[in-house]
């Protein structure tokens, strides 16, 4: 199995902070959504749409290609619509590979 730990050690990335909404429920015949979950402090690296290739760009669906504004990478496993925050920046997950099993790690398109 690929290990990537190192590449995701205190020397390579930044520390983000991931937000997902959490389980909402029908209370009295209405939608109550839940409180948002916060993870401070996941490491990831966070980089540039232009490090994609042109073919991987083109791949991607309309709708995210026209949206995507970075690349994320992380130990940590996000989904898409989860949320980055990134110091001032905040960014929404569009799309993400799950190699959590195989690598121990997650790469996402963020908009």
């Given at each position: ?13 930044d520390l983000v902070t ?49 949206e995507a504004k970075a ?41």
């Amino acid at each position: 199995m690929l290990d990537m730990s190192d590449a995701f050690d205190s020397n390579t990335t930044d520390l983000v902070t991931h937000e997902r909404d959490g389980e909402g429920a029908y209370v009295n015949g209405k939608w109550v959504p839940g409180t948002p979950v916060i993870t401070p402090n996941v490491p990831a690296s966070i980089q540039p749409m232009s490090l994609i290739s042109r073919e991987e760009f083109r791949d991607l669906p309309e709708g995210t290609r026209n949206e995507a504004k970075a690349i994320i990478w992380t130990s940590y496993p996000i989904e898409p619509d989860d949320r980055i925050i990134d110091g001032d920046d905040r960014y929404r997950v569009l799309s993400g590979d799950d190699w959590q099993k195989l690598g121990g790690y997650t790469s996402a398109i963020l908009g």
